[in-house]
């Protein structure tokens, strides 16, 4: 998928700004760098992100919850307001490019007429109906707190959006018994080739089996695919 790059004007000087320099002062880079991944989610999200999803954001970013409210909170860098959290700066820029690019269409269609106006209406309709499926994407990824959390404690990162869809089917009892034990079977499965791929688990409802916890030093209580894979190991 081809992905857009936007930047802001006199962005480049953006590390001597006063409110990021302040930041930078009292977090360093990783608070410049947590600056930068929230203003990267709001711009993929549509500008306004919740409150609530920040404990996802900093498991994405390996931090703490308290580093990226420090962030949002304590700079001027952010408005809060009704659960939502957005950057002033990312709105004007945001409408700035919807504005610039409503002009260039309108100019489009006053300098070519109406038969390229009527082949630009058509690209605008399929362009409106891209936005609004990728806003649906966003939508899923983005917002799926619940799922996000258990991708993250179940640690086997391969298959994310098929294992998302099979998310997806499942009801609210079965995604809250996902993630309550979630970490209960990734402790019995210390060792990532022997737990199952995200999607297979979701797919069979394993959360629903039960979990064996083993002695990792008695190895007669290891599988027989296990123990082989230990004795060549050995060789």
Known sequence: MKSNTYYFSHDYN???DTKILFLRHQLGMEGYGIYWYLIEQLANAGGKLPLELIPVLAMQMHCTDVKVNGVLMNFDLFTIESNEFWSERLQNHLELRLKLSESGKTGANNRWGNREAIGEGNAKES?????KENKNKINLSVYNIDFEEWWFKYDKKT???KALSKW??????????ALSIVENYVNSTPDKKFRKDPSTYLHNKSFNDEIITRNNTSSDKLSYAEREWNRLKNL
């Not at 997806?168 to 018994?177: C, H, R, Y």
Request: hydrophobic share 35%.
């Open 14 to 16: 953006a590390a001597n």
């Open 127 to 131: 362009k409106v109906k891209e936005i």
């Open 159 to 161: 298959g994310k959006e």
């Open 168 to 177: 997806n089917l499942l009801n609210k009892q079965e995604k809250d018994l």
